[in-house]
Structure formats: C-alpha cells, structure tokens
C-alpha cells in the first residue's frame, strides 16, 4: 500500500519560514520524482516545485528563490523548506510521487500553510 504522509504545515507569519516533510512509504523511493503542489480556497491545484531522484530541481516562477526542495533517499523523504511567506503562499500543500519511468502517481492528503500576521 503506497502512503504519502505530509505533515509542518502550520500558521506562521508574513515573511517567517516553514518546513514541510513528506514521508513516502510503498514504492521504490528512488524510482519517483518527488513534488509539492499547492491549492488555495477556490482555486485550482498548482505545482510548485519537483525533484528528481539525481537531485535535479525546478520551481514555479512564483517560489523560486524563496523555497527549497530536497529528498532524502535513505528516509524516503521529500522536504520543501519555505522562507519569505507571504499571505498568498496560503494553501493545502499537497506530496506528488510521479513514477520517472511509468508514469503513475500518488498524492498525499495534504497539510494546511496559512501566512497571515
């Protein structure tokens, strides 16, 4: 059974920082591209942010510079470290794991960011 389990989400204030951890269990770690997605109240789900398992990564236009995605393959864990939130950052974030070669997907069931002062 593949599980995603995200889990730091929390309030915090604008300008102040965040981690958020997603621990894959049930498939090949190494095998997935690991991403974090976003969804703000009556909005569509967006990405924000991938890495591969070389290490390779890329961001939206509208985070780059401000997070930082990482994994750890030993603990087969995915990590988005946020710094300089802004209330707009607010949403459900939301663990992909991507087969590289497959295709398939699996979703967490997300964790709740709110930045507001």
């Known amino acids: 059974q593949v599980q995603l389990v995200e889990s730091g989400g929390g309030l915090v204030q604008p300008g102040g920082s965040l981690t958020l951890s997603c621990a894959a269990s049930g498939i090949n770690f190494s095998l997935y591209i690991m991403g974090w997605y976003r969804q703000a109240p009556g909005k569509q789900r967006e990405w924000v942010a991938d890495?591969?398992?070389?290490?390779?990564?890329t961001y939206s236009y509208s985070v780059k510079g401000r997070f930082t995605i990482s994994r750890d393959s030993a603990k087969a864990t995915a990590t988005l470290q946020m710094t300089g939130l802004k209330p707009e950052d607010t949403a459900v974030y939301y663990c992909?794991?991507?087969?590289?070669?497959?295709?398939?997907?699996?979703w967490g069931q997300g964790t709740q960011v709110t930045v507001s002062s």
């Open positions: 992909k794991a991507r087969g590289a070669r497959l295709g398939n997907y699996f």
């Open positions: 890495i591969t398992d070389g290490g390779d990564t």
